[in-house]
């Protein structure tokens, strides 16, 4: 049978799949750790509909050596352990490689792209048949390897790299030259040369003598009814309500406030988000949200609200959820048994989107000195106790 070369052929048995992929990078301010993989996938010469069941390596160009799986698990071009699970219609199907947000994901590391000659691998399981393995691998071009973009080395890029003329004013940011930067005199010589002294005109001078005879004299006049107290201003028609013991996150754009205590003792689990640019207030989604808490933790993680532990005054809790902003959607964080339940604890998120708790308050009160790392699908690992902090 003849195919164009758009696709890899595999027939085992009775199963013939056909697999086809394009990788294009994500539009970001930053270069996304992602490859999008775009397939199809056919059983028997039929298109396959419904959930499919994949699995993902990046291996060497003779398959011996895994630099990346979707969980982790391949070892020398070895079959994962775990898959992803894709819907697939009319046999078509895509996703995100290293999207975290995925259950059984990993990160794709920039370090993968190290290597000159990297190949997908890929397997599949239409539910009846097993997980084929569709050969051949499939080389990564250039694309992939634009994650290497955002991680030029520092003094790598040198003047003769640069066209001529190629950086003027409006390539270079505001407070980006420093005095380091300029020649002694340089600044004074600008100012001599456009009639001003050393203060432009229209310039202030701060002197901690309010009654600087030299100043006076020069023809300064001293100001009076500065304020120079700050100030909060107020936030409007705040629709949260009064709370405490509650938390607050800032997505680049708005704060999100959520759960905590409110005057009558009740325990919350509501929240709003607030545009200090419109001063607009907007109550989020309560749909899956977190049960009633106060005392728990609030971080952001690739631009994601994750909540974690807390209490309702009687018990601790070791679940939690992430809220999406640009949904207004909560997807929960179930319990989990290897790390315990508690409240008035601290969480960190890494630069790899990784969320850290530890220490707080356990069942009946106990100070904890034991912790997690959660990756947004569950928590891996419990932090070891060895040379650990007193229980605080």
Request: with cysteine; proline share 5%.
């Amino acid at each position: 049978m003849n195919f164009s070369k758009r696709f890899a052929t595999l027939a085992l048995a009775a199963l013939v799949v056909l697999s086809s992929f394009l990788f294009a990078p994500c539009s970001f301010s930053q270069v996304p750790q992602l490859l999008n993989y775009q397939g199809r996938v056919a059983v028997i010469g039929t298109n396959f509909n419904g959930t499919g069941q994949f699995k993902f390596a990046l291996v060497n160009g003779n398959g011996t050596q895994t630099y990346w799986s979707n969980d982790g698990t391949s070892n020398a071009g070895s079959q994962p352990t775990a898959s992803v699970s894709l819907p697939v219609v009319n046999g078509l199907y895509s996703v995100l490689l290293g999207n975290a947000l995925l259950p059984n994901m990993t990160i794709v590391p920039v370090a993968v792209f190290t290597n000159p000659d990297v190949r997908l691998r890929v397997w599949f399981n239409d539910g009846s048949h097993g997980f084929q393995l569709l050969t051949p691998d499939q080389r990564i071009a250039a694309v992939g390897y634009a994650i290497m973009a955002g991680n030029v080395p520092d003094g790598s890029i040198t003047g003769a790299k640069l066209a001529v003329g190629a950086v003027g004013a409006a390539n270079i940011a505001d407070g980006a030259i420093t005095n380091a930067q300029l020649a002694a005199g340089t600044a004074a010589a600008n100012l001599n040369a456009s009639g001003q002294s050393g203060v432009a005109s229209g310039g202030v001078i701060m002197s901690t003598n309010p009654n600087a005879t030299e100043l006076l004299n020069a023809g300064y006049v001293r100001l009076t009814g500065i304020e120079t107290a700050e100030r909060f201003n107020p936030l409007h028609n705040a629709p949260p309500g009064d709370r405490y013991i509650h938390t607050a996150v800032w997505t680049g754009t708005e704060m999100i406030v959520w759960g905590g205590v409110n005057a009558n003792s009740t325990y919350l689990n509501d929240g709003a988000r607030y545009n200090p640019t419109f001063d607009l207030w907007t109550p989020i989604s309560k749909i899956n949200a977190p049960s009633e808490r106060a005392g728990h933790t609030g971080v952001l993680a690739a631009g994601i609200m994750l909540i974690w532990g807390g209490t309702n005054a009687t018990t601790p809790f070791s679940d939690g959820g992430y809220y999406n902003p640009a949904s207004d959607e909560w997807t929960t964080i179930p319990a989990n048994g290897n790390v315990a339940a508690r409240a008035y604890h601290t969480a960190v998120v890494t630069g790899s989107n990784e969320m850290i708790v530890w220490g707080g308050l356990g069942a009946g009160g106990t100070p904890l000195n034991s912790g997690g790392r959660f990756n947004f699908t569950q928590f891996q690992s419990v932090t070891t106790l060895t040379n650990a902090p007193a229980v605080r």
